[in-house]
Nanobody, 115 residues
Framework: QVQVVESGGGLVQPGGSLRLSCEAS????????MGWYRQAPGKERELVAG???????NYGDSVKGRFTISRDNAKNTVYLQMNDLKPEDTAVYYC?????????WGQGTQVTVSS
């Protein structure tokens, strides 16, 4: 079975930074893309950032210029560097791997931006 484990969430002050990581362990076949999504209370899950196995990236409009996604294909690991965090960034963050078979999701990690 495939296990997707996230880490790095927590409480941070506005303007601060956090680095999230997510590793997929077990047999996962031909990962085409990896990404980060987030969901705030009462809101729908939204795309934060995505990256293909070839390194192409895309970002949600609200995080452009502040967040950076990166990956290590050999380790099946995706990272999200979050800078200049704002209270509006408070949400549960989920990582995602898209393979030829299906997509895999992490359990979510809480990010809270507050004074």
């Amino acid at each position: 079975q495939v296990q997707v484990v996230e880490s790095g969430g927590g409480l941070v002050q506005p303007g601060g930074s956090l680095r999230l990581s997510c590793e997929a362990s077990g047999s996962i076949f031909s990962v085409y893309a990896m990404g980060w999504y987030r969901q705030a209370p009462g809101k729908e899950r939204e795309l934060v950032a995505g990256i293909t196995a070839g390194g192409r990236t895309n970002y949600g409009d609200s995080v452009k210029g502040r967040f950076t996604i990166s990956r290590d294909n050999a380790k099946n690991t995706v990272y999200l560097q979050m800078n200049d965090l704002k209270p509006e960034d408070t949400a549960v963050y989920y990582c995602n791997f898209v393979s030829a078979i299906r997509s895999y999701w992490g359990q979510g990690t809480q990010v809270t931006v507050s004074s």
